[in-house]
C-alpha cells in the first residue's frame, strides 16, 4: 500500500509539472516577444480567402510553444546553466564571449573574413555612388557611413576558438572601391579606434549614447559642421538593458550602465518617433539650418537626436531601398546613409534606380 501511495504521488506530482505550461497559459494574459523573437500568429482554421488552413495543428503547435507558461524562465534558466557549467551560449544569435560579453553571431563572417567577391563589392560601390550621384543631381550633398560591428573594435572579449581575420573583412574590402568611386565615406571605425573608452555595450548589439556622440561627430565634421557632442558633459543614465542580454536571458535583471548628454536636446518630433525606431520620422530644431535626410538602422535609435539637433528639419527612414523620391519630398540639402557592418552584402543585391521625372 506504501508503495502504491508513493507511486500515485510521483504520478500526481509529474501530471502536474507537465501540465502546468499549458494550464498557465490562460493566467498569464499576453505573451510579449523578447528582443528580436518574433511569436507565431494565433492559429487560424480557414485562410482569408475561406479555404481550409491544412498547417492549422503546426500553427497551432508553434502557437503554444511561443507561449507556454513560464516559458521564458525556462529559456533563462537554461542559458545561466550552460554559461554557468560550459561557458557557451543557449542562443544561437548570440555568442557568449569573456567577461559576460555578448555578441551577435551574424557578425561572424565579419570577424572571420568571410568577405564578398570583388564583383559583389563593386556592386556595392557602384550603387552608392549612383545614390549619390542622384543627390547631388538634386543640389544635395551626400555621405555614406558604417557603423562597425562591435567585434570589430573590441576582439578582446571574443571566445578564443573563433579565428579573427578582419582584415579580409567586406568593410575592409570594400573601401578602396569607395575610393575607386569616388563615394563620399565617413570611417567610424577609424574614429572609433582613436578612443581607449569602450563606446559599445557589453550586452548589446550596439553603440551607447557617447557612441553614438561620438559618431554624430564625425558625420558633422565631415559636413564641416561645428560638432562637440562627444566633449560635452555626461550624466548617468537610467541603466541599459542589452537587446543580446535580453535574447539569452529574457527574464534577467541585469542592466549596464548608460549615459545622457548633460545639456539635453532641444529639437521636437514632429510625429511618434517609437523611441526612434519608427519607419520613418521628421524632427525640427529652432535656430539650426539646413535639411537632412538620413536612412539608417537600429543604431540611428541613440544617433538621431544628435543629428536632429543639428539641423532645422530632419526626416529619419528605416527604409532599405533607398527611394531617391524622398530626397526631394523632404527638401533635402545633406543625405547621409548609415549602414551597420554585419548588413554591406545587402548594397551588393541592392536594384536602386534613379527616379524617373
Known amino acids: 500500500m506504501k508503495q502504491k501511495n508513493i507511486l500515485r504521488l510521483f504520478i500526481a506530482v509529474f501530471l502536474v509539472f507537465s501540465l502546468l505550461p499549458s494550464v498557465g497559459m490562460f493566467f498569464q494574459g499576453e505573451v510579449k516577444s523578447s528582443a528580436n523573437e518574433i511569436l507565431t500568429s494565433k492559429p487560424r482554421l480557414l485562410r482569408a480567402d475561406g479555404s481550409f488552413n491544412p498547417k492549422v495543428l503546426k500553427n497551432a503547435t508553434d502557437y503554444i510553444a511561443d507561449r507556454f507558461a513560464f516559458r521564458k524562465q525556462l529559456i533563462t534558466a537554461w542559458a545561466e546553466l550552460n554559461a554557468a557549467l560550459l561557458h557557451?551560449?543557449?542562443?544561437?544569435?548570440?555568442?557568449?564571449?569573456?567577461?559576460?560579453?555578448?555578441?551577435y553571431s551574424s557578425t561572424l563572417n565579419d570577424y572571420m573574413g568571410r568577405s564578398l567577391t570583388e564583383a559583389e563589392l563593386e556592386k556595392a560601390a557602384q550603387n552608392l555612388r549612383a545614390i549619390q550621384d542622384y543627390a547631388e543631381s538634386r543640389g544635395a550633398s551626400f555621405f555614406f557611413t558604417v557603423a562597425p560591428n562591435k567585434n570589430t573594435l573590441y576582439t578582446s572579449n571574443m571566445p578564443a576558438y573563433i579565428p579573427s581575420a578582419h582584415e579580409n573583412a567586406n568593410l575592409?574590402?570594400?573601401?578602396?572601391?569607395?575610393?575607386?568611386?569616388?563615394?563620399h565615406y565617413v570611417n567610424l571605425a577609424a574614429a572609433?579606434?582613436?578612443?581607449?573608452?569602450?563606446?559599445?555595450?557589453?550586452?548589446?548589439?550596439?553603440?551607447?549614447?557617447?557612441?553614438?556622440?561620438?559618431?554624430?561627430?564625425?558625420?558633422?565634421?565631415?559636413?564641416?559642421?561645428?560638432s562637440h557632442f562627444f566633449s560635452s558633459p555626461f550624466l548617468a543614465g537610467e541603466g541599459h538593458r542589452g537587446d543580446l542580454y535580453d535574447m539569452l536571458y529574457p527574464t534577467g535583471a541585469k542592466v549596464e550602465p548608460s549615459f545622457v548628454i548633460a545639456s539635453g536636446f532641444s529639437h521636437s518630433v514632429l510625429s511618434d518617433p517609437n523611441g526612434g525606431n519608427a519607419q520613418k520620422f521628421s524632427t525640427r530644431c529652432a535656430g539650426k539650418q539646413g535639411s537632412l535626410l538620413c536612412w539608417r538602422d537600429s543604431f540611428g535609435i541613440s544617433l538621431y537626436p544628435y543629428l536632429a539637433d543639428s539641423f532645422e528639419q530632419a526626416t529619419f527612414s528605416r527604409s532599405v531601398k533607398y527611394e531617391g523620391d524622398m530626397i526631394d519630398d523632404c527638401g533635402a540639402d545633406t543625405v547621409i546613409l548609415e549602414i551597420v557592418e554585419r548588413n554591406l552584402p545587402q548594397l551588393s543585391v541592392l536594384d536602386w534606380q534613379a527616379p524617373t521625372a
Not at 557557451?88 to 555578441?103: F, H, K, P
Not at 575592409?172 to 563615394?183: A, D, K, W
Open 192 to 226: 572609433f579606434a582613436t578612443q581607449d573608452e569602450t563606446l559599445y555595450y557589453a550586452t548589446d548589439s550596439h553603440w551607447n549614447d557617447r557612441g553614438a556622440a561620438l559618431a554624430a561627430d564625425a558625420l558633422l565634421s565631415a559636413l564641416n559642421r561645428d
Open 88 to 103: 557557451t551560449s543557449a542562443e544561437d544569435q548570440v555568442i557568449l564571449g569573456r567577461d559576460n560579453w555578448l555578441y
Open 172 to 183: 575592409t574590402n570594400l573601401l578602396p572601391y569607395l575610393e575607386l568611386y569616388g563615394v
